[in-house]
Structure formats: C-alpha cells, structure tokens
C-alpha cells in the first residue's frame, strides 16, 4: 500500500474543491435590467427569451424590437455581442425602414450584409468570384492534370528545388 503524506492529501482535496467552485460559477451571467424595461415595452415573450439567453435574432425579431420601439443603438449593441452575421434582403431593410428603425440599425444591417453577401452593392468582388471560378474550371481542364501521360509543361511557372543543382 501507497502512503501519501497528510499535507499531499490535504493539497489534493483542496486543488478538487477549488476545482469543483471554478466549474460552477462559469454560468452566464446575472441578465441586464434592461430586460425588464423590454418586458414593460411588449416586446414578444419569444424575443425576450433568445435575448435573455444570448441567442442569435432572427429579422422577426428586429422587427419585433423596432415596432415596440426599442432604440437603435440598443438592438445593435445586442446583435454584435452575438457575433453573428445578420443577413437581412433588401426588402427586409425596407421592412424595418417602414416600422421606424433609426439610422444606426439600418447602416448596421447594411453594412453587415455587404459583408457577408454579395449583393448589387459590391458588384467588383462578384466579378472578381466568377472571374476566379471560370478560371478554376479552365486550369482543371487543362491536360496537365486531368491526363496522367501528359509531358508538356505545366500551365504555370516551376523552379526546381534548389537543392537539385
């Protein structure tokens, strides 16, 4: 049988008991107050939920908060704490733009959907995407790769490794 020493044990038991207090208390965070100022505006009580446990909205839910008249600024400082794209159309902007969002929500989701999407507001990357993928498909077209007898010269520049000469 193994003898520890007493002062070894009583490390052990306290590095487990420490151990055991950091695992519980990484739960989310006591909710803002904020919440309950929503409550009191009639904001959905599905909307209320995913932002009482941090999850991403969806455009009902923008819209929810902008027809109950939640400011702006606040609706876009929960959508980046989500750090999730938010890929709004065009029409769903216009939606939120009738129901009186405030020009800090509307450039948000613009912005963020000229990010994430390409749309008729960012034709240059558009044509530079096809621009690659019709050059993709010529490349692996080409008889270097797709015949295993070719001997011509690849259809781009090579060195041989120095370590060769």
């Known amino acids: 049988m193994i003898k520890f020493p007493p002062l070894f044990a009583a490390a052990v038991v306290v590095f487990f008991v420490l151990a055991g207090c950091a695992t519980t208390s ?25 932002i009482a446990n941090a999850r991403v909205l969806g455009f009902e ?8 008249g939640v400011p702006g600024d606040r609706i876009v400082a929960y959508l ?3 750090r999730a794209p938010y890929n709004f159309t065009q029409p769903q902007i216009n939606a939120l733009v009738r129901a009186g969002a405030d020009s800090t929500l509307v450039n948000f989701v613009g912005r963020d ?38 001997a011509g010269a690849p259809p781009f520049d090579y060195v041989w490794p120095a370590l060769w000469y």
Do not use: C
Not at 123 to 139: G, H, M, P, V, Y
């Open 80 to 82: 980046r704490s989500t």
């Open 26 to 50: 990484s739960q989310m965070p006591p909710p803002p107050p904020y919440l309950a100022q929503l409550e009191k505006m009639g904001v959905a009580p599905a909307t209320l939920d995913r």
């Open 61 to 68: 839910d923008v819209l929810e908060l902008v027809r109950r």
């Open 113 to 150: 959907a000229g990010d994430f999407l390409i749309d008729a507001q960012n034709e240059n990357q558009q044509a530079r995407l096809l621009r690659d993928a019709r050059f993709r498909r010529e490349l692996w077209q080409d008889p270097y790769f797709t015949d295993p007898t070719y």
